[in-house]
T-cell receptor, first 110, second 113 residues
Framework: EDQVTQSPEALRLQEGESSSLNCSYT??????LFWYRQDPGKGPEFLFT???AGEEKEKERLKATLTKKESFLHITAPKPEDSATYLCAPQETSGSRLTFGEGTQLTVNP | NAGVMQNPRHLVRRRGQEARLRCSPV?????VYWYRQLPEEGLKFMVY????????ESGMPKERFSAEFPKEGPSILRIQQVVRGDSAAYFCASSRSRENTIYFGEGSWLTVV
C-alpha cells in the first residue's frame, strides 16, 4: 500500500526566513509526484508535477525537487501570502489515483 | 477558462436523507475523480471515472455511496441515508487523460445534522 509522510506537520516562519518541507513516499512505481497548495475552505491548487529523480521545478518563491524516495519543497524568502497547507501526492504508474500526505501547515508571519 | 465546478458548495442534510453532489470537469477533460476530506484529516481517494465508466472505486464505502459520470452532464456523487460520519468536504477533480495534471474544484461541504 502506498505511504506518504509529510514533515513537519506545522511550520511557522518569519517573513523572509527560508525553509524546506519534506515528503517521503513509498509506491511500487512512480508516475509522478504532485505538489498542491490548499487554503482554508478551498480546494487544492496545483503547483508542480515531478516525474524523475533529480528533476527540479520552480515557481516564484517555491522550488520542488525529487529523489527516489523523497521530495522537497523549498520556500525562499516567504511572504505572508505563502501561508497555506502544502500537500504532496505520488501517483502510481499502475493507476491514476493520487495518495495524499497529511500536509504541512505553513504560517508566515510579517 | 472555467475550472472544475462543484455544486452545491454547502449542503445540510438530516440523518437518513440523500445527498447529491455535482461536478462539471474542466472543458475537454474526460477523467473525473472524487476525494473526501474529513475534519482534521487528509484527502482520501474515493472513485475514478471516465465518461460512462467507473475505472476505480476502491476508495468508495461499499454501502450508500455511488458515483456516475454520464455521457452528457456532470458527474454525480450520491450518498444515500446519510449519517453524521458523512459530514466532510467532498472534492471533485478532473484531468484530460490519466497521465495529465489533475485539477481540483473548490469542494462541496456536507453537514449532516
Amino acid at each position: 500500500e502506498d505511504q506518504v509522510t509529510q514533515s513537519p506537520e506545522a511550520l511557522r516562519l518569519q517573513e523572509g526566513e527560508s525553509s524546506s518541507l519534506n515528503c517521503s513516499y513509498t509506491v511500487s512505481g512512480l508516475r509522478g509526484l504532485f505538489w498542491y497548495r490548499q487554503d482554508p475552505g478551498k480546494g487544492p491548487e496545483f503547483l508542480f508535477t515531478l516525474y524523475s529523480a533529480g528533476e527540479e521545478k520552480e515557481k516564484e518563491r517555491l522550488k520542488a525537487t525529487l529523489t527516489k524516495k523523497e521530495s522537497f519543497l523549498h520556500i525562499t524568502a516567504p511572504k505572508p501570502e505563502d501561508s497555506a497547507t502544502y500537500l504532496c501526492a505520488p501517483q502510481e504508474t499502475s493507476g491514476s489515483r493520487l495518495t495524499f500526505g497529511e500536509g504541512t501547515q505553513l504560517t508566515v508571519n510579517p | 477558462n472555467a475550472g472544475v465546478m462543484q455544486n452545491p458548495r454547502h449542503l445540510v442534510r438530516r440523518r437518513g436523507q440523500e445527498a447529491r453532489l455535482r461536478c462539471s470537469p474542466v472543458k475537454g477533460h474526460s477523467h473525473v475523480y472524487w476525494y473526501r476530506q474529513l475534519p482534521e484529516e487528509g484527502l482520501k481517494f474515493m472513485v475514478y471515472l471516465q465518461k460512462e465508466n467507473i475505472i476505480d472505486e476502491s476508495g468508495m464505502p461499499k454501502e450508500r455511496f455511488s458515483a456516475e459520470f454520464p455521457k452528457e452532464g456532470p458527474s454525480i456523487l450520491r450518498i444515500q441515508q446519510v449519517v453524521r460520519g458523512d459530514s466532510a468536504a467532498y472534492f471533485c477533480a478532473s484531468s484530460r487523460s490519466r497521465e495529465n495534471t489533475i485539477y481540483f474544484g473548490e469542494g462541496s461541504w456536507l453537514t449532516v445534522v
